[in-house]
């Protein structure tokens, strides 16, 4: 099974111990489905194929992969620039609790934090460093391909928003709205993530995913028509 490859990969790599990552799976407790646990190991996944090929610091990135969406609370819900800057305080208070237990340098510890600090497509911030870089790729990553339609409508349905515009599901005629329609988050975001990934191995892996998203947009169309 998935869940038990990756945790078994992240295991082998010598940085995670089991209890460490129980307690890291504790922390994704108030997570949103989109957005729990499951997600951080799918991102620890891309992060690390990434990573290799990028030739990155792989406790840095690994780390901040698991560590990245800890205490977000749920995604489900638009959220202010204040409330944002309060949890990235509170996530940041909790992620230098357990990489000081974990007896990291403040070198290395300071990526991490940064790494999560700056993920979120969000804030729209160009990283500085590698592993930042390759994590922003990562979690994006997650939000293409098959997984990335099935976390589109996953959220969608937890915030009550509608399949699509009837008059025109695929915004050939208007801009898109994703605060009401879930297909409209396909052109809003999606669509447009694989130009912004940053590594060479990223923008590969990002190509496939889109590709994936365009030809269930076509087949969509054909089962729907145009509204």
Request: aromatic fraction near 6%; include cysteine; charged fraction near 30%.
């Amino acid at each position: 099974m998935f869940f038990d490859d990756v945790l078994d990969d992240v295991l082998d790599d010598g940085i995670f111990t089991p209890a460490l990552l129980k307690q890291i799976e504790s922390m994704y407790r108030r997570a949103d489905p989109a957005h729990d646990f499951s997600h951080a190991l799918r991102v620890c996944k891309n992060a690390r194929e990434i990573g290799q090929a990028e030739g990155a610091d792989m406790e840095v990135l690994l780390l901040a992969a698991l560590l990245h969406d800890v205490e977000g609370g749920s995604k489900g819900s638009t959220v202010s620039r204040e409330e944002e800057e309060v949890q990235l305080a509170r996530r940041s208070k909790e992620l230098d609790g357990l990489l000081d237990g974990m007896g990291l340098s403040e070198e290395a510890k300071d990526s991490v934090i940064y790494a999560v600090q700056v993920h979120s497509f969000s804030r729209a911030v160009s990283p500085r460093t590698l592993e930042a870089r390759i994590l922003q790729d990562a979690d994006r990553l997650d939000a293409l391909g098959a997984v990335g339609i099935a976390r589109t409508f996953m959220t969608g349905g937890a915030i009550n928003r509608a399949f699509c515009s009837p008059l025109d599901p695929f915004c050939k005629t208007r801009e898109p709205d994703d605060g009401r329609w879930n297909l409209d988050h396909f052109y809003r975001k999606l669509l447009n993530l694989e130009s912004g990934m940053h590594t060479i191995k990223g923008k590969e892996m990002a190509k496939r995913r889109t590709e994936v998203l365009r030809r269930y947009l076509q087949d969509l169309e054909e089962e729907i028509g145009e509204g």
